[in-house]
């Protein structure tokens, strides 16, 4: 329809005419400006117009945005005219961010430059904002036409399928349009062209088809451009090799670009990964490596520059009908089918169906009633059943994704922060049973749920067998596995929803909390590498002697620390000696190969008896070592010395993680409590009174007794242990059946 004006003075009248703009159509703002191009056409009778200059308007208030200039475009001709307005994004949504709402539009005047006679009042409003090409196959296709209950779309949203039109009534776009306007309150629009079950060489340009062609065209409709593509594709090359995959998304984004006249940088591809599937023409391989070909197409995973992993979709519930059906052996008889057709691949459930019941053929049905095979021989009576969808995510799941590819698109445009994924960032071997996951965030700040975590499996030979685990949230970024003892080598692996999950339990799959909505962790896709437990260090028990010597100057000679090794031996040595305030100011090693030093006192109880434990260090080489005691002041008989070994290399840090000391009189036990870990070690020497039998007792590995001799007092156990329960924490006790003096001292080291 167009809207006539007439200018009058001029010798031939000059009557100006306006096409409408389509109520409500969104203009796309150009790359990098918050600004963009409004096209507007219309004819004229009598002398052409030197030109037509437009006005922008507010439609509440009729208050100019962009005062009278000339379009841009051809000069008029041949009765008609055409060009372009430019024209700030807008009218921009108020309110706070996560909510803003947009409450007017503009519309537009035009008139001839002869004479700057008021020539047509637009009487539709429009927007400037930004545009969305949808792209991929059903799962995309569903992303604006599944519906449950979807919210109204919002003010400044539009859509184009061959005409510009209304936001569908689907949950998937709606909830993608909305969020995008509720963060910045800038209009937005799509449009839509999937197809289903198609590989992504059918949908390149260039294919023995028009589904690119149509793609194009709408492109050109809009106005030639728009700045986001949204991609969910796969299903159809899960026997595609990667690097061609990656090749063909890398040209169609580069083609599709083209189209608008943008760099990729400027219209960046986001992706999602796929959902679980039951369909009967895919493996548990495949569908595992097609995620990992999706995720590695993408920036953050170091694939292309300009290609995002927006989520992950493996929380999605897929689509569910209804039917009324009965089954005798493997042959189900539909009577009445709701809500989807049904299809190969679907799984059906009901009050008497056997689990996992699945169609895996058709017989006289192809959809609706009649007779299809299933997997399972079983008898049901005619029931009230409901038949899962193979492949596609139901409508509220197509809401989440709208929500969460919206989130995706407001932080890479740095207006929100965070992307609604979290990863896999790491993984350690804790021992034979026991496995952590790290994770880093993006979006939100903890785990849930708290327990029982599923979709965890481990392996102890590269990826050839498989065991379940159980995990629970150790703390923010930590999941702790449990799983059955396997090897704690570089053989173990761990992987995350592995395959097609055709019965995954969306409940039990590990989400991101405390962001602005739950997002769920990416599926590992391919084998983890936990990093392997380190050596752990055992110390060697070399032997306990008796001293000679005088006063303050003890030794003992030719102590063995065992045969030449490949790199530096710690040494510990533990010292028994009767003293009541004398100390050890010096314990010297002297060893046969390398050079003396003295060794670093860790603990020391004073008293009679006296104990202390040393650590010092001898080259590869040593074989044996004389250690020299200096007291503060004379001893009056001989000591004990108690030595192990620890191959330096083994120790984390060789500096001691604790050390205690405690004496007790007239009692019959005495204890101190050890910080330790599982990868660690605690020495403990302890003495009880003449002729007592001692034991040590609530350790978690017992203490062996190496040196008992019926003198006053009788030594107990100067012994190691690997140990350290769940608090990271031994108590080394010394119970005695005669009641006196009782010591003990002890150090851990990991």
Not at 251 to 257: F, G, K, S, T, V
Not at 412 to 427: D, M, Q, R, V
Not at 604 to 620: D, R
């Amino acid at each position: 329809m167009l809207h006539p004006g007439v200018i009058a003075g001029s010798r031939n009248t000059l009557s100006l005419g306006l096409t409408p703009v389509t109520s409500g159509r969104v203009f796309q703002r150009a790359a990098e400006t918050t600004s963009g191009p409004v096209l507007l056409s219309g004819t004229y009778t009598g002398d052409a117009p030197q030109a037509v200059e437009a006005q922008v308007l507010l439609s509440s208030n009729n208050a100019t945005v962009v005062d009278w200039t000339a379009l841009t475009g051809p000069a008029p001709s041949d009765g008609t005219w055409s060009g372009s307005i430019s024209a700030p994004q807008g009218p921009v949504g108020s309110g706070a961010v996560g909510s803003k709402v947009i409450s007017d539009s503009y519309y537009v005047k035009v008139r001839s430059a002869n004479g700057h006679a008021v020539g047509v009042t637009g009487e539709t409003t429009f927007y400037v904002g930004r545009w969305a090409v949808c792209y991929g196959q059903s799962n995309m296709a569903k992303f604006s036409t599944l519906a449950s209950s979807p919210a109204t779309a919002a003010v400044g949203t539009g859509y184009y399928n061959g005409n510009f039109v209304s936001v569908p009534a689907a949950n998937g776009i709606r909830n993608f349009l909305n969020s995008l306007v509720a963060v910045d309150g800038i209009p937005s629009a799509a449009i839509n062209y999937a197809i289903v079950g198609q590989s992504i060489a059918n949908l390149s340009k260039g294919a023995a088809n028009t589904y690119y062609n149509n793609l194009a065209a709408a492109i050109a409709a809009i106005g030639h451009d728009a700045e986001t593509i949204l991609w969910h594709q796969g299903e159809g090359d899960v026997t595609t090799a990667e690097a061609t995959y990656i090749a063909a998304l890398s040209q169609l984004h580069a083609d599709i670009c083209a189209e608008t006249g943008r760099t990729t940088a400027q219209m960046p591809l986001l992706m999602a990964g796929l959902l679980s599937t039951t369909g009967t023409s895919y493996t548990e391989a495949g569908w595992d490596a097609q995620q990992r070909t999706l995720m590695d197409c993408a920036a953050e995973f170091g694939g292309l520059t300009d290609v995002h992993y927006s989520h992950s979709n493996l929380d999605a519930v897929r689509f569910q009908g209804t039917l009324t059906a009965s089954i005798s052996g493997t042959t189900l008889t539909a009577t009445a089918v709701g809500g989807q057709s049904l299809g190969v691949g679907y799984v059906i459930t009901g009050s008497g169906v056997a689990a996992n019941t699945r169609i895996t053929a058709f017989g006289t049905g192809n959809g609706s009633t009649g007779t299809y095979t299933v997997n399972n021989s079983q008898t049901v009576s005619s029931e009230a059943m409901a038949s899962i969808d193979s492949l596609h995510m139901d409508a509220a799941a197509q809401g989440r994704a709208g929500q969460r590819y919206a989130r995706t698109v407001t932080t890479l445009a740095t207006e929100t922060s965070g992307y609604p994924n979290f990863h896999i960032t790491g993984s350690s071997v804790i021992n034979d049973t026991t496995t952590t996951i790290t994770v880093a965030h993006s979006m939100g700040t903890d785990i849930a749920p708290a327990s029982g975590i599923t979709g965890f499996e481990a392996s102890e030979n590269n990826g050839v067998t498989w065991v379940s685990c159980s995990g629970v949230r150790t703390d923010a970024t930590t999941i702790t596995l449990t799983h059955a003892s396997i090897g704690a080598n570089s053989a173990r692996k761990i992987r995350y929803l592995y395959g097609m999950q055709g019965t995954i339990d969306t409940t039990t799959i590990v989400g991101e909390s405390g962001g602005d909505f739950a997002v769920p962790l990416d599926p590992s896709a391919g084998n983890i590498s936990p990093t392997p437990l380190s050596v752990v260090p055992v110390p060697t028990f070399q032997s306990v002697q008796q001293t000679t010597g005088s006063g303050t100057a003890w030794s003992k000679t030719g102590i063995s620390v065992g045969a030449a090794a490949a790199g530096l031996k710690t040494v510990i040595i533990g010292i028994e000696y009767p003293g009541n305030t004398q100390t050890v100011t010096v314990c010297q090693i002297v060893p046969n190969s390398g050079s003396s030093s003295n060794a670093t006192k860790i603990v020391e109880q004073t008293g009679n008896p006296s104990l202390a434990i040393f650590q010092g260090e001898v080259a590869a080489a040593c074989t044996s070592i004389d250690v020299n005691i200096t007291y503060s002041s004379a001893i009056f008989t001989t000591q004990r010395v108690g030595v192990w070994t620890v191959p330096s290399a083994d120790f984390n840090s060789t500096t001691p993680v604790d050390s205690d000391k405690a004496r007790a009189t007239t009692a019959t036990s005495v204890s101190v409590s050890i910080s330790t870990s599982a990868g660690g070690f605690i020495i403990a020497i302890g003495t009880i009174p003449t002729t007592a039998v001692g034991t040590y007792a609530n350790c978690t590995e017992a203490f062996g007794s190496r040196y008992a001799v019926n003198t006053d007092p009788r030594i107990l156990g100067m012994d190691a242990s690997n140990t350290g329960d769940a608090t990271n924490t031994s108590v080394v006790q010394i119970d005695s059946t005669l009641s006196g003096t009782c010591v003990v001292a002890a150090a851990s080291w990991r």
